[in-house]
């Protein structure tokens, strides 16, 4: 059975760093598109980061420079680094899994099957 748990979580000032972790469980791991989203009560979630299967990562304009995604194979765990966090940073962050796929086709919620069930994200000004 697929799992997917983040970790990570909570508050933080503007200008601080945080980093996220997803331990995932139930399949190869490394093998496929993996990604982080954000969700704001009452707006879309909107795709932040992918690292596809040979290790290439993209990012939503809104992170570019200040968020980075990683990987650590021997622990099936996939990160997300955010540093100068903003007040608009402000979310619950999703880890997710597209396993029909290697690589990534971008960072619409679409393509991805399965969640994590989400870490609180709160910058303050």
């Known amino acids: 059975q697929v799992q997917l748990a983040e970790s990570g979580g909570g508050s933080v000032q503007s200008g601080g760093s945080m980093r996220l972790s997803c331990r995932a469980s139930g399949y190869t791991y490394s093998t496929f598109c993996m990604g982080w989203f954000r969700q704001v009560p009452g707006q879309v979630r909107e795709g932040v980061a992918t690292l596809d299967g040979q290790g290439s990562a993209k990012y939503a304009d809104s992170v570019k420079g200040r968020f980075t995604i990683s990987h650590d194979n021997a622990k099936k765990t996939l990160y997300l680094q955010m540093d100068n966090l903003k007040p608009e940073d402000t979310a619950v962050y999703y880890c997710?899994?597209?396993?029909?796929?290697?690589?990534?086709?971008?960072?619409?919620?679409?393509?991805?099957?399965?969640w994590g069930q989400g870490a609180q994200v709160t910058v303050s000004s």
């Open positions: 997710a899994a597209d396993l029909g796929n290697t690589y990534c086709s971008g960072l619409s919620r679409d393509n991805f099957g399965w």
